[in-house]
């Protein structure tokens, strides 16, 4: 469990502000009982910055403000401070920022991850407070030797006197150098001298992971806590109309049944108490709008919406007039279904309400939007809201939508007088109350002249808008399909929105007739790629070419991304004969700035699809971490193959069908094939990884199952019966 670092502007660096790219890294306001009061404290850690605290033992204490859902960040993140800082990286701790800050939000509205921006965004920043700290602990040691701090250098956690060669550690001169009363320069390496970035570091929470150590918000355990189940209608944006709580509370443990905005809690003395409390609760519904809603229905309207024309989304030449002149019009429609999150750690909060304040222990994706969620539901301002950021057992978007943070709050308010509440979801809870990744329909129509080269490219896009519309649009939704990487001169995108769910950070009930819908890994990218890249297949086989030398010619302005499909291609060897039965497909393009290929090798086994290797080059600009950098795309292209292969939320009635593991199937691990991964190492500055690899194993896969069968996957997720 972290302690709450509440706002001391003690915390911060010393002297006047600390600016970099724009962004404030701290300021100091001194205090009159400074020195008595650290010098009662003198084998506490010195904060050095909002980042770095170094105790007299020399321990360096890191503090993340990124959450950490297995995506590495607590270590590269680490590495990036201690890069700059110089410190010994054996004696470096971590600890999660619980405050909320602006310098923790890097220049952005949220502190949280998000959009693959961890590293991009911290890139500059945290090196540089690094660099600042350490020159602080230089111009200290320097003071004690009365030498001039050009005289100094630094080594592994060290000042070294460069003329007497006389050494101090870090934790020696870290009291004195945050008292600084300068603003010192920090000049960052040169990425030749790097000694940490660009290594392949063990990830530092490892080790408490193995032995349990670790606290994920699941395991929050707080003096006399009680635990909450909540039975929520089952039908989206319906209402608790009574309930009769009195088989519930013959149910031992029982303590509370409460009504909230979502649902009827039971509380109880444990979690097993607590759900069969809930399940004794006779509660009736008004199920609202949306309980006529049912995928047929859905399907229906996603297809009428798409012979008509939407709002426009891109422009560029005349692409009807060049459909209507090309020598060849190919024309085609793909759909995909909604998804689910499926996290292995289901949703959970721990709250604790009083009138005067309200603490929440989570693992929160966004916390400064959890801590307004929480505000919200508290009846507090939001600097009443302490909250304590627990690692999380995977998230993909799921644990930035806020839910579950309301929840908890709304049952310990109800439940009132300062008793720490911990609700936890079941397994069921999380498949059939999800915001899911949005269906979407596409059709596209596109023209190629004599050489085969293609001159139109017209694509209407039908999908739920979630991330905010301009002019009609919703440019998660279409941007995809609409910008793709392929210089063709005369593109013409447009989009509906078959019903539109309000602002996803304040508000988790759908408008209308409608499902609700969320973040999910790549957003827009996890349906797009799977389009555009199916399409473009369509189009080299239209031609007759190879669906490399097709698209070669089209990314002439895009070097790096054409750099990667070369890559690829001579790893997978494409052009060599492959065994007997097997069938390569290709996959290409951006996402979270970050450039890849990826190339599938299938075969097809009794009916069912069997891959066998995936082989990618990624170009992420500098890399940090590399083996982290590996498991991240490697983790993306499994997430990937589950969603082409199985992936798939129905609806009957406004209700998911969906209930557990059972109908909605992850990859097992006698499926993950050999995942070959190329990272094309470069110094500019470093691009996402979380989210990119996902998307483009899609067509990739489907477009091998194409070279195997002659039959085009135009939905998901992928069926075989009378392919084979």
């Known amino acids: 469990m972290t302690t709450v670092i509440k706002l001391d502007r003690r915390n911060f660096l010393k002297g006047s502000a600390m600016v970099a790219g724009g962004l404030v890294l701290g300021f100091y306001l001194p205090d009159a009982n400074e020195a008595e009061a650290q010098s009662a404290a003198s084998a506490t850690p010195v904060r050095m910055n909002a980042f770095i605290q170094i105790a007299p033992d020399d321990t360096v204490t890191m503090t993340i403000h990124k959450p950490e859902f297995g995506q590495g960040t607590v270590t590269s993140l680490s590495q990036l401070l201690a890069e700059e800082l110089e410190c010994d990286w054996k004696k470096v701790k971590t600890q999660f920022a619980d405050t909320i800050d602006p310098m923790y939000m890097m220049g952005a509205p949220i502190q949280g991850v998000y959009g693959s921006t961890a590293i991009r965004t911290s890139w500059d920043p945290l090196r540089r407070a690094g660099a600042i700290a350490c020159q602080m602990l230089i111009e200290a040691a320097a003071a004690k030797w009365g030498v001039q701090a050009s005289d100094c250098r630094v080594e592994n956690g060290t000042v070294v006197n460069m003329k007497t060669n006389a050494r101090v550690t870090y934790g020696s001169v870290a009291e004195a150098a945050s008292k600084l009363d300068i603003t010192p320069r920090a000049y960052l390496k040169d990425p030749t001298t790097f000694k940490l970035i660009g290594k392949t570091i063990a990830r530092l929470d490892t080790p408490d992971k193995v032995c349990g150590k ?290 996803v950070l304040n508000d988790f009930r759908p408008v209308g007739f409608g499902i609700p819908i969320d973040y999910w890994r790549a957003p827009g990218a996890n349906a797009n790629a799977y389009y555009t890249e199916s399409f473009i297949d369509e189009l080299a086989v239209a031609a007759g070419k190879d669906p490399i030398e097709f698209r070669k010619p089209l990314l002439t302005k895009n070097p790096r991304l054409l750099a990667t499909m070369e890559l690829a291609a001579e790893k997978a060897g494409w052009e060599k004969p492959l065994p007997a039965g097997h069938f390569q497909g290709l996959a290409t393009g951006g996402g979270s700035g970050s450039l890849s290929t990826q190339i599938a090798e299938i075969s097809i086994e009794k009916g069912k699809v069997k891959i066998h290797r995936i082989v990618t080059a990624v170009d992420c600009g500098q890399i940090i971490n590399p083996r982290g950098a590996v498991q991240q795309i490697e983790s993306g292209i499994i997430f990937g193959i589950a969603q082409v292969l199985r992936g798939n939320i129905t609806i009957d009635k406004g209700r998911v069908q969906q209930t557990n593991f059972h109908q909605y199937e992850p990859l097992r691990m006698d499926e993950v094939p050999k995942i070959e991964v190329y990272l094309m190492p470069n110094t500019n500055n470093p691009t996402g990884l979380g989210e990119h690899s996902n998307p483009h194993v899609v067509p990739a896969i489907t477009n091998a199952v194409y070279k195997a069968t002659g039959k085009r996957i135009r939905e998901l997720p992928l069926r075989l019966a009378g392919l084979a």
């Open 214 to 503: 670790t606290t994920f918000g699941i395991d929050v355990k707080l003096p006399g806590m009680l635990y909450a189940s909540l039975e929520r209608c089952p039908v989206s944006g319906g209402k608790v109309e009574s309930f009769d709580a009195t088989a519930a509370m013959k149910v031992p443990g029982f303590r509370y049944a409460v009504a909230i905005s979502n649902g009827v809690a039971a509380v109880a003395d444990n979690t097993w108490s607590a759900l069969q409390c809930r399940k004794a609760l006779k509660i009736e519904w008004d199920e609202g709008v949306n309980a006529t809603a049912s995928t047929a229905s859905l399907k229906k309207m996603f297809a009428d919406l798409v012979e008509k024309p939407g709002a426009e989304a891109r422009k560029t030449g005349d692409a009807q007039a060049a459909v209507a002149a090309g020598a060849k019009k190919i024309e085609a429609v793909y759909e995909v279904p909604f998804l689910a999150h499926a996290t292995m750690e289901p949703m959970n909060c721990t709250a604790v309400w009083s009138p005067n304040e309200c603490q929440i222990w989570a693992g929160m994706q966004m916390q400064n939007i959890s801590r307004n969620i929480a505000a919200k539901a508290a009846g507090l301002p939001v600097e009443k809201v302490l909250i304590h950021t627990q690692y999380m057992g995977g998230g993909f978007g799921r644990r930035g939508r806020q839910d579950f943070v309301q929840e908890a709050v709304e049952i310990a308010k109800a439940v009132s007088g300062g008793i720490p509440i911990k609700l936890t979801w079941t397994r069921e809870d999380d498949m059939q109350n999800d915001g899911y990744r949005p269906m979407s329909r596409v059709k596209f129509t596109a023209a190629l002249d004599a050489n085969g080269s293609p001159t139109a490219w017209m694509v209407r896009v039908v999908a739920p808008s979630f991330t905010g519309m301009r002019n009609g649009v919703d440019n998660s939704a279409v941007g995809g399909v609409a910008n793709i990487p392929y210089e063709i001169p005369n593109i013409a995108a447009d989009y509906h929105a078959p019903y539109v769910t309000p602002d």
